[in-house]
Each structure stands twice: as C-alpha cells, then as structure tokens.
C-alpha cells in the first residue's frame, strides 16, 4: 500500500521528483570529489611545497563545494515541497473519503482512529517521503561511489571494507528486526489514546457529576502507558544503537589508520591517500547506516499506509446512482412537494441477528405532522435517519413525491430536508457562521425571523455582540435548550420541503415547547414533517402518530384514536400524564 500511495500521490510531481534526482545525483558526486582533491593537494602540494599548486586545486574545491551548496539548498527545497504537496493531496483525499461515508462506516472504523489517520498516519508516510527523497536517492549513491573512489585510493586497504560493511550492516539491521513490533502496535496505542481523551474531553460535566476523576486519570495513564511503554522500548533500541554504530565507526578508522601507516610507511600508499581513503570509509559507512534507519522508519510508515489505505479503499454503503433524476421532475405540477412513503422498510445493521427495523409501510404527507413515538431503542431515530440517507434501507422502499431516494443524487435529496438532529450540534464560529449552515446567503433579517421562530431571539439579542456572539466548538457556550433551538432555528431558515425532527425539543420547558411548535405551524403548513419525541405533550396534535415498538409499527393514528385502542400508546401516556390530562 505504501508504494501504492507513493506512486498514485507523486504522479503530479514527477518533473520535480526528476529535478531533484539531478540535483541529488550533482550534489553527492561533488562530495565524493572533494576528498580526492584534498588528497591532491596534500600529496602534491603540501609535501613538495608547491604553493600555486595548493591555491589552484584549492579553488577548485571552493569552486565545487559552491556547487554542491547550490544544489543541495535547491534539492531541499524541491524536496520539502515535493513531501509536503503529497501529504497535503492525501489528506484532502481522506477528507473526502470520510465525508462520503455513512453512519455504518463511520462506526466500523470510529472517530478517534480516523482522526489519528488524518494526522498522524499522513505524516508518518509523509516523513518516509521526506527522508526517502534525500538519504534514499543519496545513500545507494555514496556507497557505491565511495567503494570507487576508495579503490582508485588503494585496492589493499579496501579490503578492510569486506569486513567493516557486513558487520555495520548486520548490527543495524538486528536493531531492526526488534524494532519491529513497537512499530506495528505505535499506531494503535495511539488511537486508544487519542479515544480515551476525544471521550472524556465529551464527557467532562459527567465526568465531574459523579466524581469519577481518578478513575478517568487511571483510564488515560493506562493508555498513556501503554504509549510510553512502547516508545521507550523503540527509545531504548535506538539509545542502543548508537553507541554500537559510533564503535563500529571509530574501530574501523583505527583500522584503516593502523593498516594505512604501515602501507605509508612502505611507500605503497600516500599521506593524502590515507585521508581521502578514511573519508570515503565514513562515506560508505554512513551511507550504510542512513540505509537502515530510513528502513527502519519504513515498516512504521507501510502500517500507516495501509490504515490510510483502508479508509481510502472502503466503499460508503450509501451510493450514488450513475443516473440520477432530476430534482425538477419531483413531483413536477402535482401541489407542494415533500410525499415520503415507506413500503415494507427493512433494516438490519451489519452482523445483527433480528432487523431494527420490520416491515414499515406509512405515508408523510406535505401540510400534515406525522409524530413518531416509541420505548428507547424501538428505533426511532434509525427510522429518521433512513431519509436523508445517513443510512440505507436492507429491504424495502423509501420514496420523496414517488421516487425512490437512491435515484436521487444525494446533493439533491438532502437539499429538500431539515434535519434537527437528536444531539444538537453547533460548530465554532458565530451565531450568523451556524445559521448560514442552512442557508449560506441568508440575510439578516431572515436570520433574525428564524431565531424569533425558533423562541431564540430573545436570548441572542441579550447578548452584547447579537448574531456575530462566538459559538465554540459544538456549542457549549449555550445551554441544551439554547442549542436546540439554534438548531431548529438553523433547518428553519432553509425552508426545507421536509422537516425532520429528532427529539429536538427534548431540553425545553413546557412552555418553550408549545410556543416554538405554535411558531412553527404556519412557517410549516405546506411542508412535510417527521417528528421524533419522547413527550406525549409534543405529539399530541400532530395529524397522525406512528407507535413503534421493537421496530414494527404497532399503533397509527391521531391522538385520540391512539388513546382509545390502542394499548402500547395508552402504556406511554399513562407514564408521562393521567388519562383525563390526556384526553
């Protein structure tokens, strides 16, 4: 996967990946030329005395070195961007792959993991890129060109190379093999831990309700120490390598100095020899171990790949057709427009035994309420859900004005709904940013309509900065109420053909309650709603109810017919209410 990626990401920077295996290739030959040089200039220059020599050969070198420089900083650069431009292409991939799955995939893979992907996974690989487009291109070049360039010095001595590179080679690649295992479980460790903080930064007011800090500090150590400990386990290996490299190193200078002289001091070699010779050995030898610690830091990235891999090879269950129908034809002349029907609907998530839901077959008809109500888990809100198509139908139809929603692009379908979701979600900004969610030109004037529909003009205009007043992140800043209402004020300004209510006036007061939905009566008298609620006071004017009960529809009608025969309702309203409030 990680070549997969690499090459797939890079195709649109293949002329600058070129230019800089050029620069790299100009930039590593001048290296290997300038110990040659200094042999030059200390056996014919330095030990004979010759001056002019010394200054001409010596800018030569300055000249070269000029050049390396120069192409070094250009190789950087082009480097740095090349890297960079990939991390930045397969990020905003990601982004897109995560926005076009369902509610199904986002709980297969979870939230906290696919953040980790999205940052940390990207800039693993992204790294690897980074070092494999200077150590990788520069390594197999100094190596090989050092072994040529310590021939021409001496043959005999180069020989010590057949025992110094196997054993540098053999020692590195130990370390990683060990190293191994803590690359595979890094990842993970950190999506438990980046799990662990996403829930107890959510749930930080239950946290303190029920004084449960200790044991949430303990949960989060557990996974910090996980973390901890398999970094200092990869920490340690290299703390040990080190040393162990730094050794091989100095005991092969020795070598090559204690061999050197002799050979100096037999005249087969000279002064000048031996110091291009010790150079180009460091050269070799560097050359290895840039090799393994950039293959060390490639199992890690291969499993970073293939994390990314997987998010951008999952398919969303929630498809698009090929052939979608036109928005105008929906409905096209036949009155307001917003019919939803479900016929025989079914669904079953991934692996359960029994469907959520059986069976559903109902009508929401445009200038009518249809209230859904039911025991927690009798799968209201999956029923709601069906619509905008967060999820899809396992069996059945669910038609918008007589066509079936998987004909419909989803663009299309979702810009003819209102959705005020169970959890009221507001994103950081201001309020006016969060109502523009709804509709992006909205003015303020319409702003302002809607908030007063939504019983939340009040409130925004007691604050000081009104519809410019910062909302953080997820809105914390208000109240459940207040984030309710901004919400319903949010599906409100869209004038939706199809309002979808998902228990969304759960945290208000009775009197909230009854004002917001007298508000909303004539601003929805010509659109379908759907409305999900826990309350039999929210429900109990709606033209017709749903019962649900473990996923089948076991009661439908209006208030009073409910209230007279059936008998699941009559359990509810008994529950909230006596029998004569509710009649």
């Not at 195709?11 to 620069?23: D, F, I, K």
């Not at 162990?244 to 002064?271: P, Q, T």
């Not at 209102?418 to 303020?444: C, E, H, M, V, W």
């Not at 709606?542 to 409910?562: M, P």
Request: net charge neutral; with cysteine.
């Amino acid at each position: 996967m990680l070549i997969k990626l690499v090459r797939k990401y890079l195709r649109p920077y293949l002329g600058a990946v070129g230019l800089l295996l050029l620069l790299q290739l100009i930039q590593t030959l001048a290296n290997l030329y300038l110990p040659t040089l200094n042999a030059d200039i200390i056996d014919n220059g330095v030990v004979v005395g010759d001056v002019g020599y010394i200054w001409r050969i010596g800018g030569w070198m300055l000249a070269v070195s000029l050049a390396q420089m120069v192409c070094a900083i250009a190789a950087v650069f082009l480097c740095a961007r090349a890297a960079t431009a990939f991390g930045r292409d397969l990020r905003h991939d990601l982004f897109d792959a995560v926005q076009g799955f369902s509610q199904r995939e986002m709980r297969k893979i979870g939230a906290p993991s696919l953040i980790t992907r999205t940052t940390n996974d990207v800039q693993q690989v992204q790294q690897v890129m980074l070092m494999g487009f200077t150590i990788m291109i520069q390594a197999p070049i100094m190596a090989v060109g050092g072994l040529l360039m310590a021939l021409q010095q001496d043959v005999a001595l180069t020989g010590l190379l057949l025992v110094i590179v196997p054993v540098l080679g053999i020692t590195m690649g130990l370390l990683v093999w060990r190293m191994l295992p803590y690359f595979r479980s890094m990842q993970a460790r950190i999506d438990k831990i980046n799990g662990v903080l996403r829930e107890q930064i959510s749930g930080l007011r239950v946290v303190r309700a029920f004084v449960r800090e200790e044991l949430e500090v303990e949960r989060f150590g557990e996974a910090n120490r996980e973390l901890f400990e398999t970094q200092l386990g990869t920490g340690k290996l290299m703390a040990f390598a080190f040393p162990v490299v730094g050794l091989i190193m100095n005991v092969s200078s020795v070598a090559v100095l204690w061999f050197g002289a002799r050979r100096i001091d037999g005249n087969e070699m000279g002064i000048g020899s031996l110091t291009a010779f010790l150079t180009y050995l460091m050269f070799i030898l560097m050359a290895v171990m840039m090799s393994t610690m950039m293959i060390m830091m490639i199992p890690r990235a291969a499993v970073a790949a293939d994390r990314i891999g997987e998010v951008l090879g999952t398919a969303s269950s929630v498809t698009e057709t090929a052939t979608p129908v036109p928005l105008a034809s929906l409905n096209a002349g036949a009155g307001p427009r917003g019919l939803i029907e479900f016929e025989q609907v079914e669904f079953r998530y991934p692996g359960a035994e029994d469907p959520v839901l059986q069976r559903l077959t109902f009508q929401a008809k445009p200038g009518s309420t249809t209230a859904i109500i039911g025991s927690t888990g009798s799968g209201k809100t999956t029923l709601l859900n069906l619509i905008p198509r967060l999820f899809d139908t396992t069996g059945g139809t669910v038609r918008l004005d007589g066509v079936d929603l998987r004909d419909l692009s989803l663009a299309d379908l979702r810009s003819q709904l209102g959705l005020i979701p169970q959890k009221a979600y507001l994103f950081s900004g201001t309020i006016a940013s969060n109502l523009r969610y709804g509709k992006p030109d909205a003015t303020a004037a319409e702003m302002w309509q809607a908030l007063e529909i939504a019983q939340a003009r009040e409130f925004i205009e007691a604050l000081p900065e009104g519809l410019d007043a910062p909302v953080a992140q997820g809105g914390t800043t208000f109240s459940g109420g207040q984030r309710q209402r901004l919400a319903i004020a949010r599906a409100v300004i869209r004038r939706p053909h199809v309002y979808l209510f998902d228990d969304s006036f759960s945290a208000l007061d009775y009197t909230t309650d009854a004002n917001l939905r007298a508000a909303l009566v004539p601003h929805t008298k010509d659109a379908t709603v759907l409305l999900v609620a826990q309350r039999v006071a929210t429900i109990r004017d709606a033209d017709q109810i749903l019962v649900l009960d473990y996923g089948r529809i076991v009661g439908q009608g209006t208030h009073a017919e409910l209230l007279a025969e059936n008998e699941t309702y009559q359990e509810i309203v008994t529950s909230q209410m006596s029998l004569e409030e509710a009649a």
